[in-house]
């Protein structure tokens, strides 16, 4: 059984795609033990709840400075001693001491082709402006494992989604949500409890 934490910011649409995935069988052999949240008006708290999931809020608001809040943080989720963290719409750097103690056991969504529109300031409906302003035809999502860059670890799986003429940066990020990262998110924790991803000189390699 692999036991995962999913780390969450906002609605939760990645964490419901996650949820729906294990109940109806999509992903092989897997519990979500725990979803930790840095913003208790989270829809994704609700989410959580809703599925019978004990949801965990470590706000930055509750603690008198980073440290302790990231000290917090690597808490919460060391707790619930998952096999796979699972970053699905967090927004909060990755402390350090948590990608040490999890080294490729990390894993995040980002709503384009890495390395197009990723990085510093790069999340949520902003890559989706950056899209539409450099005018790319092509866009779509990314599931990589986490290192102590922003967005630079080993890329698990892409799946690409066309941009339309008319697209504004919300339908845009709607498209690029239903068909590529509520697809390709479940689908790489479903290979990982499978054992069928492996890193071989920091390039992913599929054996499923
Ligand atoms: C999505 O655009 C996702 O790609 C990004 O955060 C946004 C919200 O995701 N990482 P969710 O609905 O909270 O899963």
Request: aromatic share 6%.
């Amino acid at each position: 059984m692999l036991k995962i934490v999913v780390c969450v910011s906002g609605g939760g649409t990645n964490l419901q795609a996650i949820i729906d995935g294990i109940a109806q069988g999509a992903i092989y052999n897997t519990k979500i033990v725990r979803v930790v949240c840095n913003n208790p008006g989270a829809g994704a708290l609700e989410r959580a709840k809703a599925a019978g999931i004990e949801g965990v809020c470590v706000s930055p608001k509750d603690y008198e400075d980073r440290e302790r809040f990231e000290a917090a943080l690597v808490r919460a989720v060391e707790e619930a001693d998952p096999d796979l963290i699972v970053l699905a719409g967090f927004l909060v750097k990755v402390p350090a001491a948590l990608i040490k103690h999890y080294e490729n056991r990390i894993i995040n969504i980002h709503p384009s082709l890495i390395p197009a529109f990723c990085g510093t300031g790069y999340y949520g409906l902003r890559v989706h402006e950056a899209a539409l302003s450099r005018g790319v035809k092509i866009t779509g999502a990314t599931v990589h494992f986490v290192d102590e860059g922003m967005d630079t670890g080993p890329i698990i799986m892409q799946k690409a989604v066309e941009v339309h003429e008319d697209d504004t940066p919300k339908t845009l990020q709607r498209r690029v949500m239903e068909e590529a990262e509520w697809v390709i998110l479940p689908w790489c924790i479903n290979l990982i409890a499978a054992g069928q991803i492996k890193l071989e000189n920091g390039r992913v390699i599929v054996t499923g």
